[in-house]
């Protein structure tokens, strides 16, 4: 199992960036998957995850009506289309397969998440 998440850079504020996860190793159907960011110092948060074969979606509140995931089954990817980006969106964002096939509550804990990608870095400034 294997996921690599690509995608970050350097934007302004106020600007777009679509973070991609490509998974290999499992199919996406059987898996939930996460997108969690972290920022030096702070513990990772979880920002959305969405189900493996329905149309169930998280968003925490601090991207909710910004951030809007998707996935596509056939090709095993997920994406993360990042609008209205703020400096405090800056942080090294990773995807990971959760232990369960639909979203729940338990959608934000890492310890819900058992695969875990390399990290790419979301920077956001002037």
């Known amino acids: 199992v294997q996921l690599q998440a690509s995608g970050g850079g350097l934007v302004q504020p106020g600007e777009s960036l679509t973070l991609s996860c490509v998974a290999s190793?499992?199919?996406?159907?059987?898996?939930?998957i996460g997108w969690f960011r972290q920022v030096p110092g702070q513990e990772r948060e979880g920002i959305s995850c969405?189900?493996?074969?329905?149309?169930?979606?998280y968003y925490a509140d601090s991207v909710k009506g910004r951030f809007t995931i998707s996935r596509d089954n056939a090709k095993n990817m997920v994406y993360l289309q990042m609008n209205s980006l703020k400096p405090e969106d800056t942080a090294v964002y990773y995807c990971?397969?959760?232990?369960?096939?639909?979203?729940?509550?338990?959608?934000?804990?890492?310890?819900?998440?058992?695969?875990w990608g390399q990290g790419t870095q979301v920077t956001v400034s002037s």
């Open positions: 190793g499992f199919t996406l159907d059987d898996n939930a």
């Open positions: 969405i189900s493996g074969s329905d149309s169930g979606v």
């Open positions: 990971a397969r959760a232990r369960y096939t639909y979203t729940t509550s338990s959608a934000r804990d890492p310890n819900e998440y058992n695969y």
